[in-house]
């Protein structure tokens, strides 16, 4: 069985930043696209940034210049540096990869106070 486990979250203040880790207990070089979610409470689950096995990225617009989404095959590991933070980034943010099927991280709280 597949699992993910993401790391790095925590209470940053406005204008900070923190850098979030997702870990696969498979390799991930199969996986085409991978990306980081993030949903808030009475908030749908909203993509924030994906990234492709080529480098290609794709941002949410919020995120746009401020977030930056990367991927390491050889250690299973993606990785999401944010910075320039704001409240409305406060969510719990899950790791999202596909192996035929989505597969899901249990998530890791961000809060950013004001």
């Known amino acids: 069985q597949v699992q993910l486990v993401e790391s790095g979250g925590g209470l940053v203040q406005a204008g900070g930043s923190l850098r979030l880790s997702c870990e696969a207990s498979i390799s991930i070089f199969r996986v085409n696209v991978m990306g980081w979610y993030r949903q808030a409470p009475g908030k749908q689950r909203e993509m924030v940034a994906t990234?492709?096995?080529?480098?290609?990225?794709n941002y949410a617009d919020s995120v746009k210049g401020r977030f930056t989404i990367s991927r390491d095959d050889a250690k299973n590991s993606m990785y999401l540096q944010m910075n320039s933070l704001k409240p409305e980034d406060t969510a719990v943010y899950y790791c999202?990869?596909?192996?035929?099927?989505?597969?899901w991280g249990q998530g890791t709280q961000v809060t950013v106070s004001s």
């Open positions: 999202n990869m596909n192996w035929g099927r989505n597969f």
């Open positions: 990234i492709g096995r080529g480098g290609s990225t």
